[in-house]
């Protein structure tokens, strides 16, 4: 008769469960009634066999070595009966990508998060709050305009209360700082140039017109896009694109000649921010570098406060230190003034960063569409909020703008998944 103090042998023969727990409890018959084979008294070992590709079932072959069990008759009881009802175990386990499965039941089942459970319902709470940022962003950028009329100062606070907030991210590891070197930097430069030189000319046209009209300008943006994709880039653009984009720019031609808050300062800045994004959006594309989304733009931030401070300082330097900080606290107080300034700066840079996790969630499409949204909400609230008087004119060229765009919109995204598609199929 076999010892006692033999152990019992487990081998998990699927290679894609790399750990298993075993928790001490027992389960009643309805969760573990395996049958036994050929429960003889000789020399073999217990033995899980392979999970089932779909993971439906994990089956037990029982083989088992005496154990020294005879001295209380068990294994003439499990010939007299081939049927036995084992303390079963309920087992959790990691495969081999790391991702927690239950076993219980019998059967193997992958513990899913949240997001994976509900994916509808967390895009769009991403739609949501890209969106509520952004809205608060503009009123509140605006309201400190009011009071503080100094953009390329301010433009300097929303990069760096930004930076601010990436640095302490990196400090927990929310995200893990990927790693930067000279050519990586070399690549990332013209990108944030561009957006610190688009991001201040955006400041300069809100604190001079309206919100509304900044953004109705800022429509614009895909026409210049187009433009620099065909006559410098070299890509050719569908005639159908070239004409989705006549609404938008009849539509913010209407809108400019009546618009009550019109000035030159607020249009050309305006526009040189379209062209500023137009060749960020050129340079991106030649500096794909393969990190992640969060630390690139954690990155661009950071080059692009550079680029801020200089024209900050001997623009409005001279202004801010003789009266504008003093005529500011006396308005508001200065809590409500640092205040305003940290949070414009937080909000800005999370809403940049939550239309960056949106794209990563959908398809091109419906970004595209949840970006013209979002301008109409923009434009609605700064015109409820503020009480700005715009002309019927005004209003029917904003419309038409903005539903050129869309149209622009959907036919890009459209295009896009088509080529995405054709490669895929061409790949596969």
């Known amino acids: 008769m076999a010892s006692a103090s033999n152990p019992v042998h487990f081998s998990v023969q699927r290679p894609r469960v790399s750990s298993l727990y075993l928790l001490t409890r027992r389960i009643s018959i309805s969760h573990g009634l395996f049958k036994a ?75 899913k998060s949240f997001g994976e459970r509900f994916p509808a319902l967390v895009t769009g709470f991403f739609f949501f709050m890209w969106y509520f940022l952004n809205v608060i962003f503009n009123i509140l950028n605006k309201k400190v305009y009011n009071y503080f009329p100094y953009p390329y100062f301010v433009s300097v606070v929303h990069l760096l209360v930004g930076v ?15 790693p930067i070197d000279k050519e990586l930097l070399a690549l990332l430069t013209p990108v944030a140039f561009c957006h610190a030189l688009g991001h201040v000319m955006s400041n300069v046209s809100f604190a001079a017109v309206a919100v509304s009209f900044t953004h109705t300008i800022k429509a614009l943006e895909p026409f210049f896009n187009a433009a ?23 539509g913010v031609s209407m809108a400019s000649l ?16 379209n062209i500023a994004f137009t060749y960020r959006s050129i340079y991106s594309k030649k500096a794909m570098t393969g990190m992640d ?47 305003d300034l940290f949070w414009i700066g937080m909000f800005y840079h999370l809403y940049n960063q939550l239309a960056t996790n949106t794209l990563e969630r959908v398809a091109p499409l419906t970004h595209a569409v949840g970006n013209v949204l979002k301008r109409v909400f923009v ?29 622009y919109s959907l036919i890009k995204a459209n295009m896009e998944e088509q080529k995405r598609k054709a490669a895929a199929a061409v790949s596969s």
């Not at 084992?86 to 927690?100: I, L, Q």
């Not at 065909?230 to 070239?242: D, N």
């Not at 969060?294 to 401070?309: D, G, M, R």
């Not at 300082?313 to 308005?331: H, S, T, V, W």
């Open 37 to 111: 084979r050929s429960l003889e008294p000789k020399d073999s070992s217990l033995a899980f066999s392979p999970l089932s590709e779909n993971g439906k079932h994990l089956g037990i072959v029982h083989s088992v070595r005496p154990l020294g069990l005879d001295m209380f008759g068990w294994n003439q009881h499990l010939k007299r009966r081939r049927l036995d009802e084992f303390p079963a175990v309920a087992a959790a386990a990691a495969d081999a990508d790391g991702d927690e499965i239950n076993i219980s039941d019998g059967t193997v089942k992958a513990t």
């Open 258 to 273: 009546t618009e009550l808050s019109f000035n030159w300062t607020g249009f050309i800045s305006a526009m040189v921010s």
């Open 293 to 339: 989304s969060t630390n690139v733009y954690a990155y661009i931030s950071i080059i692009a406060l550079f680029f801020c401070i200089p024209p900050a300082i001997f623009i409005e330097g001279p202004q801010l230190m003789e009266y504008g900080f003093r005529n500011a606290i006396a308005k508001v107080g200065l809590f409500k003034f640092l205040s």
């Open 379 to 407: 434009i609605g609230f700064s015109i409820v909020v503020f009480g700005n008087k715009i002309s019927t004119q005004t209003g029917i060229g904003t419309v038409i703008a903005i539903a050129g765009v869309a149209i």
């Open 228 to 250: 620099a994709s065909q006559f410098v880039l070299g890509h050719q653009i569908p005639l159908s694109l070239w004409l989705s984009l006549a609404p938008v720019v009849i």
């Open 164 to 178: 601010g907030y990436c640095l302490v991210s990196w400090s927990v590891g929310l995200p893990k700082r990927a």
